[in-house]
Protein backbone atom coordinates (compact mmCIF):
# COMPACT_ATOMS: atom_id res chain seq x y z
CA UNK A 1 0.00 0.00 0.00
CA UNK A 2 1.78 3.57 -0.74
CA UNK A 3 1.34 6.99 0.86
CA UNK A 4 -1.41 8.91 -1.23
CA UNK A 5 1.13 11.84 -1.23
CA UNK A 6 4.45 10.51 -1.64
CA UNK A 7 3.76 7.28 -2.84
CA UNK A 8 6.25 5.79 0.01
CA UNK A 9 5.68 2.12 1.02
CA UNK A 10 3.76 2.63 3.55
CA UNK A 11 4.86 0.53 6.81
CA UNK A 12 2.39 -2.10 8.07
CA UNK A 13 1.33 -1.18 12.02
CA UNK A 14 -0.87 -3.92 12.09
CA UNK A 15 -4.69 -5.03 12.33
CA UNK A 16 -7.18 -3.21 14.52
CA UNK A 17 -10.93 -4.66 15.51
CA UNK A 18 -12.03 -6.58 18.46
CA UNK A 19 -9.12 -8.17 18.61
CA UNK A 20 -8.85 -8.38 23.02
CA UNK A 21 -9.25 -11.67 24.59
CA UNK A 22 -13.16 -10.98 25.72
CA UNK A 23 -13.82 -9.78 22.25
CA UNK A 24 -15.04 -11.50 18.83
CA UNK A 25 -11.65 -11.09 17.59
CA UNK A 26 -13.00 -10.22 13.93
CA UNK A 27 -10.39 -7.74 12.14
CA UNK A 28 -11.49 -4.60 10.84
CA UNK A 29 -8.35 -3.62 9.08
CA UNK A 30 -5.12 -2.47 9.15
CA UNK A 31 -2.91 0.63 10.47
CA UNK A 32 -0.11 2.10 8.52
CA UNK A 33 2.18 4.80 8.71
CA UNK A 34 4.17 7.12 5.79
CA UNK A 35 7.80 6.37 6.23
CA UNK A 36 8.31 10.13 5.20
CA UNK A 37 5.98 11.64 7.45
CA UNK A 38 9.04 12.92 9.82
CA UNK A 39 11.39 13.33 7.37
CA UNK A 40 12.47 11.76 4.07
CA UNK A 41 15.48 9.21 4.40
CA UNK A 42 17.62 10.63 1.61
CA UNK A 43 18.12 13.68 -0.97
CA UNK A 44 16.83 11.44 -3.91
CA UNK A 45 13.58 10.84 -2.13
CA UNK A 46 13.03 14.24 -1.20
CA UNK A 47 13.96 15.47 -4.56
CA UNK A 48 11.58 12.93 -6.12
CA UNK A 49 8.62 14.10 -3.78
CA UNK A 50 9.35 18.05 -4.51
CA UNK A 51 9.37 17.43 -8.36
CA UNK A 52 6.04 15.73 -8.19
CA UNK A 53 4.52 18.16 -6.33
CA UNK A 54 6.12 20.85 -8.34
CA UNK A 55 7.27 22.72 -5.33
CA UNK A 56 10.73 23.90 -4.12
CA UNK A 57 12.46 24.28 -0.27
CA UNK A 58 12.59 27.73 -0.99
CA UNK A 59 8.77 27.78 -1.39
CA UNK A 60 8.04 25.94 1.34
CA UNK A 61 10.18 27.57 3.60
CA UNK A 62 12.75 25.30 4.29
CA UNK A 63 16.80 25.59 3.52
CA UNK A 64 17.62 21.77 3.46
CA UNK A 65 16.17 18.89 2.26
CA UNK A 66 16.32 17.08 6.02
CA UNK A 67 13.67 19.43 7.08
CA UNK A 68 11.11 18.13 4.45
CA UNK A 69 8.15 15.98 5.49
CA UNK A 70 5.76 14.33 3.08
CA UNK A 71 2.22 16.28 2.89
CA UNK A 72 0.84 13.20 5.30
CA UNK A 73 2.44 14.91 8.36
CA UNK A 74 0.61 17.98 7.38
CA UNK A 75 -2.76 17.14 8.33
CA UNK A 76 -3.85 15.73 12.16
CA UNK A 77 -3.14 12.15 10.78
CA UNK A 78 0.20 12.21 11.44
CA UNK A 79 1.24 10.32 8.79
CA UNK A 80 -1.39 7.52 9.66
CA UNK A 81 -3.86 5.67 7.62
CA UNK A 82 -5.71 2.58 7.97
CA UNK A 83 -8.19 -0.18 5.75
CA UNK A 84 -11.39 -0.57 6.27
CA UNK A 85 -13.16 -4.47 5.35
CA UNK A 86 -12.61 -3.56 1.84
CA UNK A 87 -9.15 -2.27 1.73
CA UNK A 88 -10.07 1.20 1.39
CA UNK A 89 -7.39 3.34 2.54
CA UNK A 90 -8.14 6.28 4.56
CA UNK A 91 -6.36 9.19 6.32
CA UNK A 92 -5.83 9.12 10.14
CA UNK A 93 -6.30 6.51 12.79
CA UNK A 94 -9.25 4.54 13.48
CA UNK A 95 -11.25 5.03 16.34
Known amino acids: MECPYCN ?5 N ?3 GYLASHQSGEILG ?22 KTSQSLENL ?10 DSSMHFVNGSFYTDKQDNLH ?5
Do not use: I, R, V
Not at 30 to 51: H, I, R, S, V
Open 14 to 16: GPY
Open 61 to 70: GLSDWEELTC
Open 91 to 95: EGYPC
Open 30 to 51: YTFKCPNAEGFQDEEAANEYLM
Open 8 to 12: AELLD
